[in-house]
Structures are given as structure tokens and as C-alpha cells.
């Protein structure tokens, strides 16, 4: 198994769309979880930070930790064509290296 | 503020042939990684800087692959000889503090690798 499981997708959602993204893990270890957005041809840039678990909104972006699942989200609320990119979950116990997911491809259609 | 600065953006060479990219952090960083992004997969750190001493290289083939930091400012990571299986992106990324977890990692565009 996996340290950290991502559906790869492709996700097309219509323009003004809730959009759900998620990711499992295995190390309970884990405390530190991301969300990062990597845009084609680019480096991926940090979207949301979350320690522990609980919720975290930023604008219309809500990253969940549910350490009890070993489960995060990530909630894109009236979504915009260009929130269309790739969506990488990653996380860490401490002083560790982070982990990335394999990325969720989204596209949001106008 | 400038962001991290990578070069080539794009490279083509024959496996066995070597290879070297380069890595400016945004200035002030003290830490420095250089990830392997292999198509369809997430980043994978190769190696971690702080200043010029090595962090972590757990995960660096060092049979074929070496990084080094001069004068804890620029990077270069180097493959000799190359495989086919090195074909990716490999991307610098930076961040201010010492390696913390809560600290912010920048990445750069990343160089495109093509091994033939």
C-alpha cells in the first residue's frame, strides 16, 4: 500500500461547480498536510496548509483533515475555469520529507 | 521578489550521455531541494540543503546522481550516467527557515528531462 493514495482522475466539472478533491493515507504519523495547485509546464505552488486535524477556509478553498480516517478533502466552491490544473496532496510527520500524492487532474469547462 | 530560477527548462540526451541543471533559490532561502517528477506521478525529493550542508539524500540514486550546493546559494544536480527511467521533470524548489515542516516550499518551473 501506498503512503498516500490520490485518484488521478481527469475531474471535468461545468463552471460554478462544487469540487471535491481527496486523498488516503497510511502513516498515522502524518501531521502536516497540503494542498498544492501545479498549473502545465509549471513548478506546483502552495494552496492551502493544514496541521492536525480540522477544517481551514481560504476564499472559496476548504482543505478537511480527518486524522481518525486517515483521509483529507479539498472543497473548490464556485469553480472557475482557471482553477483548471493539477491538485497534489502532500503531507509529513515532522522534520520529514513531504510526501506527495500522484495528483488529481481538473478541468473546469466554461 | 524573484522567484526560484531553473535552467535549461528543456533537455534531450542519449542515455549513458551526462547531464547537469541548475538551481537560484529565492535569495535569503537557506533550504534547498531538488524533487524528480516523473509523468503522471507526484514530486519525489532527491536531496535537501540547508546552506551547503546535505539535509537528506536518502532517496538519491548516488551511483549516477550528485548535487551540490556552492557557497549555500546555487545548485546543480548532476546524472552520469543517464537511463531511461530519468526521463522527468526535475524540480528546485526553496525555503526560508531551517528545514521545518511549516515552512513554505517555492518550486521553480522545473527542467523537462527526455532520455532517448
Known sequence: ?110 | EAGVAQSPRYKIIEKRQSVAFWCNPISGHATLYWYQQILGQGPKLLIQFQNNGVVDDSQLPKDRFSAERLKGVDSTLKIQPAKLEDSAVYLCASSFGRALSTDTQYFGPGTRLTVL
Open chain 1, 1 to 110: 500500500q501506498k503512503e498516500v493514495e490520490q485518484d488521478p482522475g481527469p475531474l471535468s466539472v461545468p463552471e460554478g461547480a462544487i469540487v471535491s478533491l481527496n486523498c488516503t493515507y497510511s502513516n498515522s504519523a502524518f501531521q502536516y498536510f497540503m494542498w498544492y495547485r501545479q498549473y502545465s509546464r509549471k513548478g506546483p505552488e502552495l494552496l492551502m496548509y493544514t496541521y492536525s486535524s480540522g477544517n481551514k477556509e481560504d476564499g472559496r478553498f476548504t482543505a478537511q483533515v480527518d486524522k481518525s480516517s486517515k483521509y483529507i478533502s479539498l472543497f473548490i466552491r464556485d469553480s472557475q475555469p482557471s482553477d483548471s490544473a493539477t491538485y497534489l496532496c502532500a503531507m509529513n510527520s515532522g522534520n520529514t520529507p513531504l510526501v506527495f500524492g500522484k495528483g488529481t487532474r481538473l478541468s473546469v469547462i466554461a
